[in-house]
Every structure is written in structure tokens, then in C-alpha cells.
């Protein structure tokens, strides 16, 4: 088993920036370098939808176009963490924030929150206008 944590949400002024984290433990070391790491967001009433995503090795990212060049995805090897780095936000972007990791050997990205198999708890991030 994997378990996911996350952090850093909280309360932001529109155009203002967050970074989020989320940190994974357990058996870390059964996770193929080209698993993903993913970000989704729920909000209020909507299904839950993708964010962001970036290879468990680092460097390959995949972004919605809701938030290509506000967000930036990234990874400390060392700390087993993922980060969102969050910019420009506008209130659409209130939601709460789950981090996901999707087992895979294959060079595919993953959208589709079904698609993976471990999640975290969630982290609110409230953006006001």
C-alpha cells in the first residue's frame, strides 16, 4: 500500500498563489518510475476533474488548459513529494485538491480519475474574488 498526504491549501485573494504538496509513503519503492502522479479538483457541485500530472522519475508533465501556464507541477525525488504550484488564481480554481497515483509501466497519461489507484484525503483551496 501507498499512502498519500496532502497539504498547503487554504484561503487566497484572486491572482494570488498556493503550492500544494503532496508527500507518499509506504511502499515506495514498488512504484515504477513511469507511474503518475496526478493532481484533481472537486468542486462544489461538479464532478471531480483533472489538473495536472508528472512521471513518478520527474520530468514529463501534463496540464488541463484550464490551468497551462498558471500551474506548474514538480517533484523532490528525495522527499517522495509532488508539489502544485499554483499562480494567477482565479475563483474557479476553489475546489477541494486531491493528489492520485496511478500504477503503470506504459509511456500512456492519465486523465481519468478511475483510472487510479491511490488517493489522497483532499485539501480545500478557496480562491475569493
Known amino acids: 500500500q501507498v499512502q498519500l498526504v496532502e497539504s498547503g491549501g487554504g484561503l487566497v485573494q484572486a491572482g494570488g498563489s498556493l503550492r500544494l504538496s503532496c508527500t507518499a509513503s509506504?511502499?515506495?519503492?514498488?512504484?515504477?518510475?513511469?507511474?503518475?502522479m496526478g493532481w484533481f479538483r472537486q468542486a462544489p457541485g461538479k464532478e471531480r476533474e483533472f489538473v495536472a500530472a508528472?512521471?513518478?522519475?520527474?520530468?514529463?508533465?501534463d496540464y488541463d488548459d484550464s490551468v497551462k501556464g498558471r500551474f506548474t507541477i514538480s517533484r523532490d525525488n528525495a522527499k517522495n513529494t509532488v508539489y502544485l504550484q499554483m499562480n494567477s488564481l482565479k475563483s474557479e480554481d476553489t475546489a477541494v485538491y486531491y493528489c492520485?497515483?496511478?500504477?503503470?509501466?506504459?509511456?500512456?497519461?492519465?486523465?481519468?480519475?478511475?483510472?487510479?489507484?491511490?488517493w489522497g484525503q483532499g485539501t480545500q483551496v478557496t480562491v475569493s474574488s
Open positions: 492520485a497515483l496511478k500504477f503503470t509501466t506504459t509511456d500512456n497519461w492519465y486523465r481519468g480519475g478511475y483510472q487510479y489507484n491511490f
Open positions: 509506504g511502499r515506495t519503492f514498488s512504484i515504477y518510475s513511469r507511474s503518475v
Open positions: 508528472i512521471r513518478w522519475s520527474g520530468g514529463s508533465t
